[in-house]
C-alpha cells in the first residue's frame, strides 16, 4: 500500500544549482499533481498533468519545469535554485481530473527542500 | 486568482471540547473538501461535499455546503489528543470550456488539543 511515493525527503541546495524531485504512484491514476506548501500559504498548486502526455502549468508555475515520465510518474525540477524556492514540496495523484469523493487526491509525504 | 478566507488560523483547546472552523469565497464552488495533515505528511481527505446545503458526518466530524456554494464549515466534536493537525478548506472549481478540475486551497488551521 505505497500510494504516493516520494524521493528524496529532505534536500539542501545552494543557489543556482538544479535538481529534479521525483513521484511515483502505484495507484493506476490518471491524474498527478505538484503543490508547494509555505507557512500561512496553504497549498499551491505548481503544474499538473490530466492525463499520461499532458501537463499544464498551476498558479505558481515560475522556475519549475514538470515531466510525465508514464502513468505511474511525474517529476518536478529546478533547473537554477532560488531561495525563494525553499518549501514542502507534495505531489498528489486522483483517479481522473475531477475530484469527487470517490476520486479524492491522495498526496504523498512531502520533500523538504532547502535553498541556501 | 480564487481565493479562499479560512478562519481562524489557530486554536487551542482542551480534550473533549469541540471545535468550529469554517472558509468563506467571493467565488462559487462546485465541491467543498477539507482534509487533515499531521505533522511531517501529507494531507488526507476528511469530507467531500458536492451540494449546496448539504450537510454531511464522518464519525466526530460534521460538515456543511453553504447556500450561497460560497462557503463552508467542519465541525469536530469532543475532541481527541489525536484531533492535532493542520485542518485545511479546499474549493473545486470546473475549468471553463471542459479540462481538469483544479482545487484551490484555504492556508489552514492550526490545531492543539490539550489533554
Known amino acids: 500500500n505505497a500510494g504516493v511515493t516520494q524521493t528524496p525527503k529532505f534536500q539542501v541546495l545552494k543557489t543556482g544549482q538544479s535538481m529534479t524531485l521525483q513521484c511515483a504512484q502505484d495507484?493506476?491514476?490518471?491524474?498527478m499533481y505538484w503543490y508547494r506548501q509555505d507557512p500561512g500559504m496553504g497549498l499551491r498548486l505548481i503544474y499538473y498533468s490530466a492525463s499520461e502526455g499532458t501537463t499544464d502549468k498551476g498558479e505558481v508555475p515560475n522556475g519549475y519545469n514538470v515531466s510525465r515520465l508514464n502513468k505511474r510518474e511525474f517529476s518536478l525540477r529546478l533547473e537554477s535554485a532560488a531561495p525563494s524556492q525553499t518549501s514542502v514540496y507534495f505531489c498528489?495523484?486522483?483517479?481522473?481530473?475531477?475530484?469527487?469523493?470517490?476520486?479524492?487526491?491522495?498526496f504523498g509525504n512531502g520533500t523538504r527542500l532547502t535553498v541556501t | 486568482g480564487q481565493q479562499l478566507n479560512q478562519s481562524p488560523q489557530s486554536m487551542f483547546i482542551q480534550e473533549g471540547e469541540d471545535v468550529s472552523m469554517n472558509c468563506t469565497s467571493s467565488s462559487i464552488f462546485n465541491t467543498w473538501l477539507w482534509y487533515k495533515q499531521d505533522p511531517g505528511e501529507g494531507p488526507v481527505l476528511l469530507i467531500a461535499?458536492?451540494?449546496?446545503?448539504e450537510l454531511t458526518s464522518n464519525g466526530r466530524l460534521t460538515a456543511q455546503f453553504g447556500i450561497t456554494r460560497k462557503d463552508s464549515f467542519l465541525n469536530i466534536s469532543a475532541s481527541i489528543p489525536s484531533d492535532v493537525g493542520i485542518y485545511f478548506c479546499a474549493g473545486q472549481l470546473r475549468r471553463p470550456q471542459g479540462g481538469s478540475e483544479k482545487l484551490v486551497f484555504g492556508k489552514g488551521m492550526k490545531l492543539t488539543v490539550n489533554p
Open positions: 495507484m493506476n491514476h490518471n491524474s
Open positions: 498528489a495523484s486522483s483517479e481522473r481530473g475531477g475530484l469527487t469523493y470517490n476520486s479524492p487526491l491522495h
Open positions: 461535499l458536492y451540494k449546496a446545503g
